[in-house]
Antibody, heavy 119, light 107 residues
Framework: EVQLLESGGGLVQPGRSLRLSCAAS????????MHWIRQAPGKGLEWVSG????????DYADSVEGRFTISRDNAKNSLYLQMTSLRAEDTALYYC????????????WGQGTPVTVSS | DIQLTQSPSSLSASVGDRVTITCRAS??????VNWYQQKPGKAPKFLIY???TLQSGVPSRFGGSGSGTDFTLTISSLQAEDSATYYC?????????FGQGTKVEIK
């Protein structure tokens, strides 16, 4: 059974940092690019960042470029998102998502970890 | 960035109805469109890739079509369990963008 288990979310003050983690199991983690996609309360889906299977290619949304850093550890089947200089508009449910390179779609989704940025 | 515009934003239909959702891209993206279904409180589910290919396990009442800039998700005979929000998404180029979503309700 495929599982993507996010952790690390919580309530944080504006300007502070937070590190999200995602533990993957049940599929060949190092065959997949991995992404973070977020969903603000009552809103749609927003892609945040993605990393290729070997970490050679990394992309960020303009809204987080320079503040967020994505990384992965294939030996630990884990994905990370280091978030700094957090803003109120970063408040969202953050999903860890596996991207199938063959069908070019977001195939596996975690249940999300909530991040609330508020003073 | 490639913008995706879905219509309608919401719809209400009866069980057994044929439902159509459209997704228009701001530039030509060939068939690099995927569709997702999200039920309240749940993560999105991958339904269709490459505009028209059903992901494994997806009921055959779901269908996709289109190429270039205009795409369609069709539910041929709406079922109660299809009540959800549907999103299109483009995989043509980063940043990977989503449509704003279409909420489907059952009358």
């Amino acid at each position: 059974e495929v599982q993507l288990l996010e952790s690390g979310g919580g309530l944080v003050q504006p300007g502070r940092s937070l590190r999200l983690s995602c533990a993957a199991s049940g599929f060949a983690f190092d065959d997949y690019a991995m992404h973070w996609i977020r969903q603000a309360p009552g809103k749609g889906l927003e892609w945040v960042s993605g990393i290729s299977w070997n970490s050679a290619n990394i992309d960020y949304a303009d809204s987080v470029e320079g503040r967020f850093t994505i990384s992965r550890d294939n030996a630990k089947n884990s994905l990370y998102l280091q978030m700094t200089s957090l803003r109120a508009e970063d408040t969202a449910l953050y999903y860890c998502v596996a991207f199938n390179n063959y069908v070019e779609g977001f195939e596996y989704w975690g249940q999300g970890t909530p991040v609330t940025v508020s003073s | 960035d490639i913008q995706l515009t879905q219509s309608p934003s919401s719809l209400s239909a009866s069980v057994g109805d044929r439902v159509t959702i459209t997704c228009r891209a701001s530039q030509i993206i060939n068939t690099y469109v995927n569709w997702y279904q999200q039920k309240p409180g749940k993560a999105p589910k991958f339904l269709i890739y490459a505009a028209s290919t059903l992901q494994s396990g997806v009921p055959s009442r779901f269908g996709g079509s289109g190429s270039g800039t205009d795409f369609t998700l069709t539910i041929s005979s709406l079922q109660a369990e299809d009540s959800a929000t549907y999103y299109c998404q483009q995989s043509y180029s980063a940043p990977w963008t989503f449509g704003q979503g279409t909420k489907v309700e059952i009358k």
